[in-house]
T-cell receptor, first 115, second 115 residues
Framework: EAQVTQNPRYLITVTGKKLTVTCSQNMNHEYMSWYRQDPGLGLRQIYYSMNVEVTDKGDVPEGYKVSRKEKRNFPLILESPSPNQTSLYFC??????????????FGQGTRLTVV | GENVEQHPSTLSVQEGDSAVIKCTYSDSASNYFPWYKQELGKRPQLIIDIRSNVGEKKDQRIAVTLNKTAKHFSLHITETQPEDSAVYFCAAQFRPMNRDDKIIFGKGTRLHILP
């Protein structure tokens, strides 16, 4: 079954304690991306990756890091989380080709609370 | 870069009536326009999409129209039902994707279907 898997689904942590949210896809997609979803602000892109070892900043990259060492995995790292990073996070992946297989698949979401 | 404006942010319609959500985009090179539906507590999922070489596409009660000249596209839902209550996101992209291409989403429309 084609899927994007994020872990954990829920996380409560304290300010400054490093954390990693994992994302894995089994569709051999080149493109992977992280979004945060906040009320009234929609889906804002944090980082994206076109392929292995290629990562680029999205619209709200401050306070986040990513890596793409393997095609299937794209972890999101918060080195020193702060309360303003409390949000719902989604990982997504898609094929980068022309006009077929263009759907973006989303993970189940990770609800992060930083206290 | 691409910017996508989505209106309205909230929409309430009586069950059985029609709902229309509108999006405008800034980059005239965009050629692929998907719509995603996010039910409460769930991940966004693709419901319909349209390519720039097509003016309209229909799938049962859902239709999307595209006006390339005006750079806007709309989602139309007819005979609305309770299960249509959700947040809807539009997006604009260029396909095939290059390194500078990102998937940019509108801020979302929360659709309420009233009994």
């Amino acid at each position: 079954e084609a899927q994007v898997t994020q872990n954990p689904r829920y996380l409560i942590t304290v300010t400054g304690k490093k954390l990693t949210v994992t994302c894995s896809q089994n569709m051999n997609h080149e493109y992977m991306s992280w979004y945060r979803q906040d009320p009234g602000l929609g889906l804002r892109q944090i980082y994206y990756s076109m392929n292995v070892e290629v990562t680029d900043k999205g619209d709200v990259p401050e306070g986040y890091k990513v890596s793409r060492k393997e095609k299937r995995n794209f972890p999101l790292i918060l080195e020193s989380p702060s309360p303003n990073q409390t949000s719902l996070y989604f990982c997504a992946s898609t094929y980068t080709g022309e006009m077929w297989n263009t759907e973006a698949f989303f993970g189940q979401g990770t609800r992060l609370t930083v206290v | 870069g691409e910017n996508v404006e989505q209106h309205p942010s909230t929409l309430s319609v009586q069950e059985g009536d029609s709902a229309v959500i509108k999006c405008t985009y800034s980059d005239s090179a965009s050629n692929y326009f998907p719509w995603y539906k996010q039910e409460l507590g769930k991940r966004p999922q693709l419901i319909i999409d349209i390519r720039s070489n097509v003016g309209e596409k229909k799938d049962q009660r859902i239709a999307v129209t595209l006006n390339k000249t005006a750079k806007h596209f709309s989602l139309h839902i007819t005979e609305t039902q309770p299960e249509d209550s959700a947040v809807y996101f539009c997006a604009a992209q260029f396909r095939p994707m290059n390194r500078d291409d990102k998937i940019i989403f509108g801020k979302g429309t929360r659709l309420h279907i009233l009994p």
